[in-house]
C-alpha cells in the first residue's frame, strides 16, 4: 500500500511563495501518476497539477506560470506569485497508470486517483 504525506504549506502574504512536499511511505514507481489538488470549503477539489506516466505535466490554468510540479528527487509543487484566491487544503494523491479510473478519466481528475494524502494548509492574504 502507499501512503502519501503533504508538507511545506504555510501563511504567506500576496506575491509570496511556497513549496509543498509529498513524501511517501511504501513503493512510488516512476511511472505512476501523481497529482496535485486543492479544495476550500464549501467547494469541490480542483486539480492544480499533476504528472503522467512519461513524466508530462499538466497544469490549470489558474496557476499556469506561477505552479511548477517536479518528481526530481522528491515530488514538489513550487508556488510563486501567490493570490488570496490559492487559498486552500492542498492534496498529493497517485495511482498507477494502468488502472482503470486513470485511463478513463486522466491525470487531472481527483476520482482517477486511489491515494491520498491528509492535506497541508495553504493561507495567502
Known amino acids: 500500500d502507499v501512503q502519501l504525506v503533504e508538507s511545506g504549506g504555510g501563511s504567506v502574504q500576496a506575491g509570496g511563495s511556497l513549496r509543498l512536499s509529498c513524501g511517501a511511505v511504501?513503493?512510488?514507481?516512476?511511472?505512476?501518476?501523481i497529482g496535485w489538488f486543492r479544495q476550500s470549503p464549501g467547494k469541490e477539489r480542483e486539480a492544480v497539477a499533476a504528472?503522467?506516466?512519461?513524466g508530462k505535466i499538466t497544469y490549470a490554468d489558474s496557476v499556469l506560470g506561477r505552479f511548477t510540479a517536479s518528481r526530481d528527487n522528491g515530488l514538489y509543487l513550487q508556488m510563486d506569485n501567490l493570490k488570496p484566491e490559492d487559498t486552500a487544503t492542498y492534496y498529493c494523491?497517485?495511482?498507477?497508470?494502468?488502472?482503470?479510473?486513470?485511463?478513463?478519466?486522466?491525470?487531472?481528475?481527483?476520482?482517477?486517483?486511489?491515494?491520498w494524502g491528509q492535506g497541508t494548509q495553504v493561507t495567502v492574504s
Open positions: 494523491a497517485a495511482n498507477w497508470y494502468f488502472a482503470s479510473a486513470m485511463e478513463t478519466l486522466g491525470v487531472m481528475n481527483p476520482n482517477s486517483y486511489k491515494w
Open positions: 511504501g513503493y512510488i514507481a516512476a511511472s505512476m501518476p
Open positions: 504528472i503522467d506516466e512519461d
